[in-house]
């Protein structure tokens, strides 16, 4: 009974003391998060054999004038917003002539009304261009502006025209855009390594080898050979039969293609569906273009 007593007395007197107590606390705000007004973007694309990467900032004209306004002429700009634009390449490329070892750079510009010099420096991670040293350049480029049509509000970067072997990356904002041409040496890669698999043991690719040496312009004669084979191996490939005769024109061996042609047209015709379709419409092409 005492016990009960006590344990009543203790409850009262307590529980309005901690209450209290954490009534006077004061409450904690949450946190708020706000828009960026340069929100971060990034892309990846691959041209050939080569990943291309970039991570910049976006910024948008809001009215202003940017080139010669807000970005000063002949000065080192960043690129974007917040932290240099970061550029990785999974191979090495030339931009425009200029060597450029796979690995990661941070993007400088300095626009021009008439030229913008385009820098890649070894030095990533930077914020802005504030740290910029130009003893740490890869390369510099220079290049010539061209004005857009259409004004662009927000600052993009973009990689465009893919080749095999090639890709140009682009710069616009406001009425300006720069590029600079990407391009990888794909043939002396590729030629290799094709030639190892073709004397190597298991399956042979026989077929991408064919059509790699046909748009690459080598050695066509080989190129007939490894389709042929490619022929025997799916003899009812229309798309095989087909490309074999742009192999054939390519070659100059007109009769040949025209034989080509005219197969891939009655497999196409065989084939009905889309496929049948879409290679009757090819094979018609290819012919009209032998005539």
Do not use: C
């Amino acid at each position: 009974m005492i016990n009960r007593i006590l344990t009543r007395t203790i409850v009262a007197l307590v529980v309005p003391v901690l209450s209290a107590t954490l009534l006077a606390q004061p409450r904690q705000t949450p946190a708020l998060e706000f828009p960026q007004p340069s929100p971060a973007a990034s892309f990846k694309q691959r041209f050939g054999l080569t990943d291309v990467e970039v991570e910049y900032s976006r910024p948008s004209a809001k009215g202003r004038k940017i080139f010669g306004g807000l970005v000063p002429y002949g000065e080192v700009w960043r690129t974007g917003a917040n932290a240099a634009t970061k550029l990785t390449l999974s191979a090495d490329v030339t931009i425009d002539g200029k060597a450029v070892p796979a690995g990661s750079y941070a993007v400088f510009t300095i626009p021009g009304e008439s030229e913008w010099t385009v820098i890649l420096s070894k030095v990533t991670g930077t914020w802005g261009s504030y740290q910029y040293d130009a003893k740490d350049d890869q390369a510099r480029i220079q290049v010539k502006p061209t004005a857009m049509a259409n004004p662009m509000e927000t600052m993009t970067i973009e990689l465009g025209d893919l080749t095999s072997d090639s890709a140009k990356l682009s710069i616009a904002w406001e009425k300006t855009r720069v590029a600079v041409q990407l391009k990888t040496d794909l043939v002396a890669t590729m030629v290799p390594k094709i030639q190892a698999a073709m004397a190597g043991e298991g399956k042979k690719p026989y077929f991408q080898s064919a059509m790699f040496y046909y748009e690459h312009n080598l050695d066509l004669k080989q190129a007939l050979t490894w389709i042929d084979t490619a022929i025997q191996e799916q003899p009812d490939a229309v798309w095989i039969v087909y490309r074999k005769g742009l192999i054939q024109s390519k070659a100059g061996d007109k009769a040949g293609a025209l034989a080509s042609a005219q197969k891939a047209l009655e497999m196409a015709n065989k084939a009905g569906g889309s496929l049948g379709a879409e290679y009757k419409r090819l094979s018609e092409s290819l012919l009209a273009s032998l005539k």
